[in-house]
């Protein structure tokens, strides 16, 4: 079995196309992971106040989700790798901007807010179109293969990120992060370039986009309860437990443990950890039974390890809490986007990518504003707490739904 998967763990890479894509995406997460650190050190150092993390965050999702159903539209009309490497390109100069600020001196909290509003413009496009190019590239039996190489290397960047953020921050100031992530956009833009892709129906037609796309993604959606159950709950659930990890984590680590963020980037790396371990046991898994369960069991270890974060523990507890957590969450991930080439046209991929993704964000914003909220007049931990239980609950009472129980 080990041989096997050591064999097959370089098929996907192996293809041109896939490892140029591949390779700029990782480069660009890790670049990614380098900001999210130092722009949370940052506002921490700056304001110390949860309400205005939870805003800079809100102006990166309101775009997202204004534009998330066109980008998931355009994605099935236009040649992905390219609307990829638009949106790589237009993040470089937004960040490039950025560090231009930091270096300056000039830096202020409405800049953040304005790159981060660009991030979601782009992040609007580049996800579903990114999303469906994988299938697009690669043949059903490489495919599973190739999705567990995606994981390792996103969650690799973003064990990785932090520690690599921290020390430029330490050494050399924001600046110098902020600069490293605009740097890592324009390599992932220039690896997408020689990439083929070709959209799947009425290429160039673009004048036509409209009701009838967002139609035909909701029908297909609406006839599996397993998609419209599941896309409904994480639309909710990234309320309870999405929204503390964002907003309340760093003030968390900040006072409990570690002022310079170095608890707050170990967390986020015992996370990501979490994430590869997973990653690499499903890449010698041929296939996942029991598909529904797994998903809703790995979402309850989800809740499980959010609530464990807000309980008074020292910080290697929370450091496992966070590895149950990305190891959960890449479970979910794994098993869903395989769930979706399998079970959607690929010629109507595009939209429901975009619709999943629109979906499960949607609330987020009540999220981040809620946790904000609750992090500034009650406590982080209260948070945190209240956050998993919820997500517990619900995530349960949805599986009673035969559509998802005997989901195989």
Not at 39 to 44: E, H, P
Not at 75 to 97: E, S
Not at 217 to 241: D, M
Not at 324 to 341: D, E, K, P, Q, R
Request: aromatic fraction near 8%.
């Amino acid at each position: 079995m080990h041989s096997q998967a050591c064999i097959h763990l370089p098929r996907a890479l192996r293809d041109r196309q896939f490892a140029l894509l591949w390779t700029g995406q990782t480069i660009s997460r890790l670049g990614d992971n380098i900001f999210i650190i130092a722009v949370n050190v940052w506002l921490v150092e700056k304001t110390g106040s949860a309400e205005v993390i939870a805003v800079t965050l809100l102006s990166s999702l309101v775009p997202t989700l204004i534009f998330g159903i066109l980008g998931g539209a355009i994605a099935d009309r236009m040649p992905r790798a390219r609307i990829v490497a638009a949106a790589d390109a237009f993040c470089a100069g937004a960040v490039g901007a950025i560090s231009a600020l930091a270096f300056t001196n000039h830096l202020e909290i409405w800049a953040i807010s304005a790159c981060n509003l660009l991030f979601g413009f782009a992040e609007a496009f580049h996800q579903p179109a990114y999303r469906a190019l994988i299938p697009e590239l690669l043949s059903a039996d490489v495919r599973n293969s190739a999705s567990s190489i995606t994981v390792v290397g996103e969650r690799i960047t973003a064990m990785i990120g932090p520690m690599i953020g921290t020390v430029l921050i330490t050494k050399f100031g924001h600046s110098m992060a902020f600069a490293v992530n605009g740097m890592s956009y324009l390599v992932a833009a220039a690896c997408m370039l020689p990439i083929r892709s070709t959209s799947h129906s009425n290429k160039g037609q673009l004048r036509t986009l409209g009701r009838r796309e967002v139609t035909e993604g909701l029908v297909t959606i609406g006839s599996r309860p397993l998609l419209w159950i599941t896309i409904s709950l994480f639309a909710v659930i990234n309320v309870t437990f999405f929204g503390p990890i964002l907003v309340a984590l760093p003030l968390l680590a900040h006072a409990r443990f570690d002022p310079s963020g170095g608890a707050l980037g170990l967390l986020y790396s015992a996370s990501a950890c979490g994430s590869i371990v997973v990653a690499f046991a499903f890449e010698r898994i041929r296939k996942v039974r029991r598909r529904g369960p797994v998903i809703y069991f790995s979402a309850v270890l989800i809740g499980l390890a959010v609530t464990t974060i807000g309980l008074p523990l020292a910080l290697v507890c929370l450091v496992v809490g966070m590895f149950v957590l990305g190891a959960g969450s890449s479970t979910c991930n794994l098993v869903w986007f395989n769930t979706i080439c399998e079970i959607v046209p690929p010629e109507k991929l595009g939209r429901v990518m975009s619709l999943d993704h629109l979906g499960s964000r949607i609330l987020l914003p009540v999220g981040i504003l809620l946790s904000g909220v609750l992090t500034d007049h009650l406590s982080a931990s209260v948070t945190f707490v209240l956050g998993g239980s919820v997500t517990v609950v619900l995530v349960l009472v949805c599986l009673t739904h035969p559509g998802v129980r005997n989901f195989d």
